[in-house]
């Protein structure tokens, strides 16, 4: 892998965690770069973001597309045309044909609101409330072909509160977020972080995370 490890985000919204990955790939001693950043929504305000950093931006909306698959070729190629090392998604909204999740096996990542293997899917703090848990939190993980099911990274735990609202569990859940994806991507960009047998490893060490990490 080269010494500055080349990474593509792909958004659909915000874009606080592309944001999160943006500042944090400013620091001296941080081993990857954003080279570009593709959206497949034009009001998709992380594009904003993207370019003030001075970062490429594409939108290539999945409505001009007849089907997912002939998208997804579409989306590769345009990733493809920039040469990454690693591929991020970060609120991209969409799910991922297998042809695509194959193509970046190894090197395709993902944050979702919830301590994983728990809600899977959407709207995960509502969920998250109505089961009364007591805990929440947010998973990296290694993208595979079924939804939000690849091997984990780095997972955090928030405590649930006696008044939070979907509202407030999403800020906290976002704060976390925000600093354990940049932290996946550093592993994986100087190199320790790698997939397995579907088990992930750091340095050699299979990584079994828990809410604890």
């Given at each position: 892998?080269?010494?500055?490890?080349?990474?593509v985000v792909l958004i659909s919204g915000n874009g606080s965690n592309l944001q999160a990955i943006i500042d944090a790939s400013q620091q001296k001693d941080y081993?990857?770069?954003?080279?570009a950043v593709l959206s497949n929504k034009t009001e998709a305000y992380g594009?904003?973001?993207?370019?003030?950093?001075?970062?490429d931006t594409q939108i290539i909306e999945h409505s001009a597309y007849s089907d997912?698959?002939?998208y997804d070729q579409a989306l590769m190629q345009a990733i493809d045309h920039y040469q990454p090392d690693l591929v991020v998604l970060a609120g991209f909204m969409r799910i991922l044909s297998d042809d695509f999740v194959q193509h970046y096996e190894n090197r395709l990542l993902n944050i979702h609101p919830s301590l994983l293997p728990?809600?899977?899917g959407l709207h995960t703090h509502r969920r998250v409330l109505e089961a009364g848990d007591k805990q929440h939190g947010a998973s990296v993980h290694f993208v595979t072909p079924s939804l939000d099911d690849g091997p984990l990274?780095?997972?955090t735990a928030i405590e649930v509160r006696p008044d939070d609202t979907v509202a407030s569990l999403a800020k906290?859940?976002?704060a976390v977020e925000h600093r354990i994806y940049p932290q996946a991507i550093r592993w994986f960009a100087e190199g320790r972080l790698h997939r397995k047998d579907n088990r992930t490893y750091l340095d050699n060490t299979e990584l079994k995370p828990n809410a604890g990490t």
């Open positions: 892998m080269a010494s500055t490890c080349r990474v081993p990857a770069r954003v080279v594009l904003h973001r993207a370019q003030a950093a001075g970062i997912r698959i002939t728990k809600y899977k990274i780095l997972q906290r859940v976002h």
